[in-house]
C-alpha cells in the first residue's frame, strides 16, 4: 500500500524556518518524481517544489524560489523540504504528492495528509 506521512510543521515567526518530512512506503521515492504542494484556506492548491526522479535536478515556484529546498534521502525513503525566511503568506496545508507538478495537481490520489504551516507573529 502506497503511503505518503508528512509531519514537521507548526507556527513560526516571519523569517524563521522550518524543515518538512515526507515518509513514504509502498514504493521507493528514488524512483519517481516527488511534489510538494501547498493549499491556503480559500485558495487552489499550487505546487512548491519538485524533485526529479532520474537526475535529482529540483524546480521551484517562483513564490519560493531561493527561500524553500527540496531534497530526498534515499536510505530512509524520505522527502524533505527546508523553508527558509518564511513569510505570512507561506502559511498553508503542505502536502507531498507522487508525480511532477502537472500529475499531482490533477489528483490527490497519491497525496499524504498534509501538514500545517502558519507563519505569523
Known sequence: EVQLVESGGGLVQP??????????????????????VRQAPGKAPEWVAVIDSNSDQ????????????????????????????????????YYCAIGDPAETLGSRDYWGQGTQVTVSS
Do not use: H
Open 15 to 36: 523569517g524563521g524556518s522550518l524543515k518538512l518530512a515526507c515518509a513514504a512506503s509502498g514504493f521507493t521515492v528514488e524512483d519517481v518524481d516527488m511534489t510538494w
Open 58 to 93: 529540483t524546480v521551484y515556484a517562483d513564490s519560493v524560489k531561493g527561500r524553500f529546498t527540496i531534497s530526498r534521502d534515499n536510505a530512509k525513503n524520505t522527502v524533505y523540504l527546508q523553508m527558509s525566511s518564511l513569510k505570512p503568506e507561506d502559511t498553508a496545508v
